[in-house]
Structures are given as structure tokens and as C-alpha cells.
């Protein structure tokens, strides 16, 4: 089991609401970054965080958003929710050279 | 831009029996995972393939490293029910960074008994 924790688990927003998730690293690792995982597909890299600043953008709009705190955790913001956001999102702790380490992720569904 | 495409998608297979999941990948990376997930849950690390030639194995389960092919494989010998899962394979074009993972399709394995 690895030490990277997110929250909340679960959650059900209705469309057009705003949505954060957070995600807490494993002790010793400095870079946080963002999966998104459509259901029946492969995570998609949203993300990454390093040193408290973005380190690398997959392809995604504008409204997905993210902070790192000094601690190294990292927050997830998405905006204007649409029905095509509901997927499970993964957080992964890493360092450079050193493997990513994934957390047990949150369920977001959007009605 | 980095492609990763596995196959096959779905692979329905007996217990006892031996199988093999392909990985190919479209640009030279740095590394190369193997997860396992369960429906509803977290990806799960198998393997971590470094360099040209890698093999490493744990269980019935065995994934090796073509750098020059672009190709990795996970072999399953001998599968029992408790391997039913998906399994992704994950390249990492990092470049002296943090992992930053570009995912396959997935495969869908079913074991029956």
C-alpha cells in the first residue's frame, strides 16, 4: 500500500458546479501529478505539479486547474462541470527518476 | 506525440493456460510500467522495465523490454482465476523529470475456470 491518500472517494456534482479534489503525497516525493480515467479507457495525464508550480500539461481545457502546497499535497479544481468529466481521477506521487506511486483515486460522477 | 497501443483488448483464457499481452509504443521513453487494476480500484505496480533486454518476473507473470522494437510484453503462464483483471502497460517519457505516464488501452483479462 502506498502512502498517497485522496479525498473525498466519491462524490456527485450536478453540471455546471465546481469541483476540488485533493490528493496528499507519499513522504520524500516532491512531484504530484493528475490522471483522469474514463470508464473502460486508460488514465489520461492532466497534470503536474513540481515545486509548487505546473510541470507539464496533457491535453486539457483551461477549466482544469491545480495548486501544490509547500507540503507537496495538490488540489484538483475543475470548473463548469460537464457530464464527460465523470471518471475515476488518480493522484501520483513521484520524484525525479523515481516511480510514480498512485493514489486510490475519486470517483466523480456529474448528473 | 508518444501513442501506446496494447492488444489484445480483451483476452478471455482458461486456467493453466499461457498467454502473452503486447505493448507497443510510437517514441523511445525511459521507462516502462505493467499495472494491474481491479474494477473500482487504483492501478496497481507490477513492473518497472528500465532497459533494452529487461526481464522481470513475480509469479506468473512476466514482462520484458524491446527498446529497439518499441515492445513490451507481460506473459501469463499457467493463469489462474485470481489474475482476472485489467492490465495497463504505461511508457515514461520523463526526460530527467518526474514520471509523467502516457497509458496503453488496457487488456481485459477473464480467467475461467
Known amino acids: 500500500e502506498t502512502g498517497v491518500t485522496q479525498s473525498p472517494t466519491h462524490l456527485i456534482k450536478t453540471r455546471g458546479q465546481q469541483v476540488t479534489l485533493r490528493c496528499s503525497s507519499q513522504?520524500?516525493?516532491?512531484?504530484v501529478s493528475w490522471y483522469q480515467q474514463a470508464l473502460g479507457q486508460g488514465p489520461q495525464f492532466i497534470f503536474q505539479?513540481?515545486?509548487?508550480?505546473?510541470?507539464g500539461r496533457g491535453n486539457f481545457p483551461p477549466r482544469f486547474s491545480g495548486l501544490q502546497f509547500p507540503n507537496y499535497s495538490s488540489e484538483l479544481n475543475v470548473n463548469a462541470l460537464e457530464l464527460d468529466d465523470s471518471a475515476l481521477y488518480l493522484c501520483?506521487?513521484?520524484?525525479?527518476?523515481?516511480?510514480?506511486?498512485f493514489g486510490q483515486g475519486t470517483r466523480l460522477t456529474v448528473v | 506525440e508518444l501513442k501506446v497501443e496494447q492488444n489484445p483488448l480483451f483476452l478471455s483464457m482458461q486456467e493453466g493456460k499461457n498467454y502473452t499481452i503486447y505493448c507497443n509504443y510510437s517514441?523511445?521513453?525511459?521507462?516502462l510500467y505493467w499495472y494491474r487494476q481491479d474494477p473500482g480500484k487504483s492501478l496497481e505496480s507490477l513492473f518497472v522495465?528500465?532497459?533494452?533486454?529487461a526481464v522481470k518476473q513475480e509469479g506468473r507473470l512476466m514482462a520484458s523490454l524491446d527498446t529497439k522494437a518499441r515492445l513490451s510484453t507481460l506473459h501469463i503462464t499457467a493463469a489462474v482465476h485470481d489474475l482476472s483483471a485489467t492490465y495497463f502497460c504505461?511508457?515514461?517519457?520523463?526526460?530527467?523529470?518526474?514520471?509523467?505516464?502516457?497509458f496503453g488501452t488496457g487488456t481485459r483479462l477473464q480467467v475461467t475456470l
Open positions: 501520483a506521487s513521484s520524484s525525479v527518476n523515481t516511480e510514480a506511486f
Open positions: 513522504s520524500g516525493h516532491n512531484t
Open positions: 505539479y513540481y515545486r509548487e508550480e505546473e510541470n
Open positions: 517514441t523511445t521513453s525511459d521507462r
Open positions: 522495465l528500465l532497459s533494452n533486454g
Open positions: 504505461a511508457v515514461d517519457k520523463a526526460g530527467g523529470t518526474a514520471s509523467k505516464l502516457t
